[in-house]
């Protein structure tokens, strides 16, 4: 799983330097994923994606902007609801 990780930063527009400062924490990433029931990472580009897929993305997109060296606090709000890492609050 982890080189599918790996293609998908790369698919996401992710550069060079970003894969590289990631990888030390995509095995942890990979414990995550499968503690939430991911057992593979979706395809990118998609038109159309089952509700696992969607649910794997949104999970990867809240990871990814987890990492972010410039946080978005009201991005990963909206993330942590939709994915239901936590419960929602109004």
Partial sequence: MID????????????AQSV??????????????RGQGVAAIPPLPSLSW???????????????DQSSLVPDAAKQHHLRNLTGVRPYKT
């Fill in 20 to 33: 590289q400062r990631l990888l030390p924490d995509l095995p942890r990433w990979e414990r995550f994923l």
């Fill in 50 to 64: 089952t509700a696992r897929e969607s649910k794997a993305h949104n999970l990867l997109a809240l990871l990814i």
């Fill in 4 to 15: 599918d990780l790996v293609g998908y930063l790369w698919r996401c527009g992710l550069v």
